[in-house]
């Protein structure tokens, strides 16, 4: 598997990005037949494409055919899904609408823009990606590292900038106000270079918008006196532990009923924990909480769907970043890549329903009846400890890569992880890693 470096990875970032806003800034001219910013900053980005891009070119990268266009539509799918809820939580306002299209989900996706978005990462990632990198080889290395970090810089002080403005905090509102009237000039230059005149943000960039009732923020505030009331940050990290744990078992009973034997199936080196679980649990629980009270069937299709999609993608990354293989299905009919297979994507979507129809509403009960100051400090503990727990299994893991092939340890934590976590004690916890090819 082909690693890229970080300056081409923000090469696809801001590529993407302002691509997708040259894309989205011309739709616009042409629907509403003048020019508008469509960028959710004031510089001409648009952080999604550059996002997905990313997503898409190290997850995906190893893909061909139907298969990069159904998973590059899925993966696109989700982050502006996730967007559009981001957006609404933070401004509580919609930026785009697709209520009135067929196929859409609450208005934030559709079918004929995940069609589109399908098409736009298989044309990404098979031809547009080697094209920039031959572009990029130009130029000299570091003259390119230089531009990426500015225009990185730019970045940063520009959603700053555009986050301080729209929600109207800070002590210093003109300075920020002279930053992004700054980066406003720019834009407008690039305006008038594809089309027409000046670029309004956001209210004239998306005409749809609508502001959120206030009916949701009044409900938030009466039960604010409960501990992880609805979907707070409180409740989704306690049912990430949940989910760990119970992930764990899980995955330790079917081990033993189907190959006869126990193993570990914990990901970290402190405790029967499955990140990949618990994520999955916390995640599927955030984005899929407002429609936990639809039918078994769309549960168990977006459970099948988006389970097999973070499943796929959890390989690459361990795979990337550890260098080990921690599943392999092979062996398994309708396999992709020995990441997924068809029989488990379908358990992720059995999962979904059991999840929110029977064990969801019990923990979320039991969750909210603790006190609220042992509730909190109980939260801040298990996240520090499992923030330690996961920067141990990270070091011990690449340790344990190093030490397969062949590299000694060259300072004391090395040699203390060696002694500690030496190969039979990773064997023990991770039976099933091997080393990637």
């Known amino acids: 598997m082909e690693h890229l470096a970080w300056y081409e990875l923000l090469l696809l970032f801001f590529a993407a990005s302002f691509l997708g806003w040259v894309l989205e800034t011309a739709a616009a001219d042409i629907k509403q037949k003048k020019f508008v910013n469509r960028g959710l900053v004031t510089g001409p980005f648009c952080v999604m494409y550059g996002i997905t891009t990313v997503l898409l070119t190290v997850g995906l990268g190893e893909l061909r055919g139907i298969w990069l266009f159904l ?3 899925i993966y696109a799918t989700v982050v502006e899904w996730i967007g559009g809820h981001l957006i609404e939580r933070l401004f509580h306002q919609r930026w785009w609408d697709y209520s009135g299209k067929k196929g859409n989900l609450d208005g934030y996706i559709c079918l004929g823009a995940s069609v589109f978005w399908g098409v736009l990462g298989f044309v990404m990632v098979t031809w547009g990606n080697d094209l920039l990198f031959r572009l990029m080889a130009l130029l000299p290395l570091l003259l390119v590292k230089i531009l990426l970090l500015v225009l990185a810089g730019l970045l940063v002080v520009d959603i700053l900038a555009s986050y301080i403005l729209l929600r109207g905090y800070g002590n210093n509102i003109r300075q920020w106000e002279e930053a992004d009237n700054r980066i406003r000039k720019v834009t407008l230059r690039l305006q008038n270079w594809i089309g027409t005149v000046v670029a309004r943000r956001i209210r004239k960039a998306y005409p749809k918008a609508a502001e959120t009732k206030i ?58 924990f499955s990140i990949v679980w618990g994520l999955a649990i916390a995640l599927v629980t955030a984005l899929l909480y407002k429609y936990k009270d639809r039918s078994d069937s769309f549960l168990f299709g977006m ?20 260098g080990k293989v921690f599943w392999d299905y092979s062996e398994i009919p309708f396999n992709l890549g020995g990441r997924i297979n068809l029989l488990y994507c379908f358990f992720w979507g059995i999962a979904a329903v059991v999840w929110f129809k029977l064990l969801y509403p019990r923990l979320s009960d039991w969750i909210e009846k603790i006190p609220m100051k042992p509730g909190k400090i109980i939260t801040w503990a298990l996240i520090l400890f499992m923030c330690c727990n996961i920067v141990m299994s990270c070091m011990a893991l690449i340790r344990y890569d190093a030490r397969g092939k062949g590299v000694s340890a060259e300072n004391t934590l090395e040699e203390w992880l060696d002694e500690h976590y030496d190969d039979a004690r990773m064997q023990r916890i991770y039976p099933n890693a091997i080393t990637a090819s």
Not at 253 to 270: K, L, N
Not at 303 to 322: D, I
Request: hydrophobic letters at 50%; aromatic letters at 18%; charged letters at 15%.
């Open 71 to 73: 998973f590059s539509a």
């Open 215 to 272: 009916e949701e923020k009044k409900a938030a505030k009466v039960t604010s006196t409960v501990f992880a009331a609805g979907c707070s940050f409180y409740k989704i990290v306690l049912l990430f532990f949940c989910g760990a744990f119970l992930g764990d078992l899980t995955e330790t009973v079917f081990c033993r009923i189907t190959a006869g034997v126990w193993m570990s199936r914990s990901s970290v080196v402190w405790g029967p």
């Open 303 to 322: 459970g099948t769907f988006l389970g097999g999609a973070y499943e796929y993608l959890c390989s690459v990354f361990t795979e990337l970043v550890f």
